[in-house]
Nanobody, 122 residues
Framework: EVQLQASGGGSVQAGGSLRLSCKVSVSGFTFVDYDFAWYRQAPGKEREGISCLSPNGINNVADAVKGRFYVKVNHATNEFYLFMDDLKPEDTAVYYC??????????????WGRGTQVTVSS
């Protein structure tokens, strides 16, 4: 059974930073088996992909967060992170981590984590 546990959300003022963590728990898991992605869903909007990092060397970042958000992987702890800088009110959303089929960050999600709320005030 694969479990993804997201954490690190909270409330922050515009211009601030947050780090979201996603802990992966699965027997036999190896970090070269999946692409690592983060999605978000704002109220009244569809879920959107915002960043994905693949062991194949792909690093996709949505235009809305380019230059402010990035993904890193910690092989030692089976975690991956979303670093968010210069947060804006429009970044307010529920954020989800996900494991995608190993490829080139094509958006084929195999496993979802539970969301974590991020609220940015102006």
């Amino acid at each position: 059974e694969v479990q993804l546990q997201a954490s690190g959300g909270g409330s922050v003022q515009a211009g601030g930073s947050l780090r979201l963590s996603c802990k992966v728990s699965v027997s036999g898991f190896t970090f070269v088996d999946y692409d690592f992605a983060w999605y978000r869903q704002a109220p009244g909007k569809e879920r959107e992909g915002i960043s994905c990092l693949s062991p194949n060397g792909i690093n996709n970042v949505a235009d809305a967060v380019k230059g402010r958000f990035y993904v890193k992987v910690n092989h030692a702890t089976n975690e991956f992170y979303l670093f968010m800088d210069d947060l804006k009110p429009e970044d307010t959303a529920v954020y989800y981590c996900a494991l995608e089929r190993l490829s080139t960050c094509t958006g084929t999600v195999l496993f979802w984590g539970r969301g974590t709320q991020v609220t940015v005030s102006s």
